[in-house]
């Protein structure tokens, strides 16, 4: 990640499938939203896009709207918010997933927001995790992500 001013350059070619994108810096305000858009509370996949994964990270990073129908990048740790149950990705708040999962190949829509990883289980091998519905573990609060 290189920050040039106010823009961050997230060059995300270690991961497979996910592009390049150059966005604010996280909590920057990108102004408000189309007229007759107002933010939809909760739901990460109908209020936030823009996803991407932080390379070198377990962090991801969207435009989220907020109450005022603005909205701004907001970036988060996915082991906040995700754990791995021996080998598979689940909710947990505090789960810390990063340490035994790599997270790869997002894609997302106004209605799904998914993500798939290679965790280690404890027969020592690897499981893959494909197209895990991240908007069971994360939410939209005022242009913020939180679990």
Known sequence: MVNFGAFLIVAATAFTGVNSVALPASGTDVGPRAAGQPAIRGNAAASCTLWSLVPDTVNLIASCDDRTGGHHITEIEISACVGNQDGHIACQKGGGAGDSCVFFDIHFSS????????????????VTTDNFNMNACLTNDNGNLVC
Do not use: D, Q, V
């Not at 290679?118 to 690897?126: E, P, Q, V």
């Open 111 to 126: 209605s799904f927001f998914t993500i798939s990883a290679h965790c280690k289980n404890r027969a020592s091998g690897t």
